[in-house]
């Protein structure tokens, strides 16, 4: 600065002032970068559950016996399903109207997904994750569920039926 006006040294301040907010706000950003950085590394979002697709039909949650419409003790219903190039298992699945139903589902090959007729069951289904969600099914009736992830040749043949009774 070589005029030493007192015009010119009030804007220098104001330019320096400005220029250390900025430098705040840039500093604020990357301090919240790296943060949610961290914190995601070290922490990965809740509810996302794994599980090893090579092993589904030797052991656990998802062997074939265990496939189906369960309800506990508690009256809690629960539909376990498993997606493999060109099918669910199982290809039929019967729950209660106005019930709350809780979906458990994975693949075993690649991404599939399913939606249950016209409703908001509705899902992506990818190997080595289990997704989940819960509806329940007002109208009773037979509605068809197919998968609406492209998996292959056989996609457009792949699709199970989901029977709501009273
Ligand atoms: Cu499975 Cu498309």
């Keep these: 600065a070589i005029s030493h006006s007192p015009a010119a ?8 002032r400005w ?3 900025v430098g ?12 949610t950085g961290l914190h995601w590394a070290a ?11 090579r092993t589904l039909h030797q052991r656990g949650e998802f062997i074939e016996a265990n496939l189906g419409t369960t309800v506990d003790a508690q009256g809690q219903v629960t539909v376990r399903l498993v997606a493999q190039q060109y099918s669910f298992t199982p290809q039929c699945i019967v729950v209660p109207a106005d019930t709350p139903v ?3 589902a994975t693949a075993s090959d690649v991404v599939h997904g ?6 908001n069951a509705n899902v992506m289904l990818i190997p080595g994750f289990v997704s989940t969600f819960t509806t329940a099914f007002r109208k009773t009736g037979e509605m068809l ?9 056989g996609h457009e043949g792949m699709w199970a039926r989901v029977q709501v009774v009273d």
């Design 9 to 16: 040294e009030s804007a220098e301040r104001h330019e320096r």
């Design 19 to 21: 220029a250390v907010i």
């Design 24 to 35: 705040g706000i840039i500093a604020l950003l990357i301090a919240m970068m790296v943060f």
């Design 43 to 53: 922490m990965p979002p809740s509810r996302v559950e794994t599980i090893d697709p």
């Design 102 to 104: 809780t979906f458990r």
């Design 114 to 119: 399913f939606v249950v007729g016209r409703t």
């Design 145 to 153: 569920m197919p998968c609406h992830e492209y998996c292959g040749t």
